[in-house]
């Protein structure tokens, strides 16, 4: 509605206006009626815009080798509420995954990826961590725990019974918690 009416004053004589908005309206009124702002080919050019979006995320998560991961390992680090662990136990925790994963050679390559997440909502016994695809749940990831479960399960495959809350795979199969 607001497009037409700017289109149709734009094809009428500025002398038509009151005094002031006629040098505001010469201005504007070419930007705004131009092809650029029509919304028949606006669309166009946000899709396009999308498409190249799109394709630049492609080519980044390849770079980074997301698209081969095998395991993703998230880790709770809400510093915010830390109600399963304490702020400096939470980020002890996080860097040392992050150095972990480092010094095995394992970041930005087709094996684990690590991911800090907010509250997972168990809010015990925390830190609380979950690798994916298995759905395997852990809990009090100090970093002690973190090597056990970084060299055994995310290198490895093999679940880390000791830190083990349960295992919930995402494709259906059966859940498994020790009791």
């Known amino acids: 509605m607001l497009f037409q009416f700017l289109r149709t004053k734009a094809s009428q004589p500025l002398t038509d206006m009151p005094h002031g908005r006629s040098r505001l309206f010469s201005r504007i009124a ?13 669309s166009v050019t946000l899709s396009d815009d999308l498409t190249h979006e799109l394709h630049k995320a492609r080519q980044s998560a390849r770079k980074l080798g997301l698209t081969s991961i095998q395991r993703h390992i998230f880790l709770c680090c809400d510093t915010e509420e830390a109600a399963c662990a304490g702020r400096k136990e939470m980020k002890r925790s996080w860097d040392y995954l992050k150095e972990r994963v480092k010094e095995l050679g394992l970041d930005g390559c087709a094996h684990p990826w690590a991911t800090k997440t907010q509250c997972m909502k168990v809010c015990q016994g925390g830190p609380i961590a979950v690798v994916y695809p298995e759905g395997t749940w852990y809990g009090r990831c100090t970093p002690e725990a973190l090597r056990q479960i970084v060299d ?3 290198v490895n495959g093999r679940i880390v019974e000791k830190y083990l809350l349960f295992v919930n795979p995402l494709d259906g199969s059966s859940t498994k918690a020790p009791r």
């Open 30 to 42: 070419p930007i705004l009626c131009s092809d650029y702002f029509d919304p028949r080919y606006r």
């Open 152 to 154: 055994e399960h995310l």
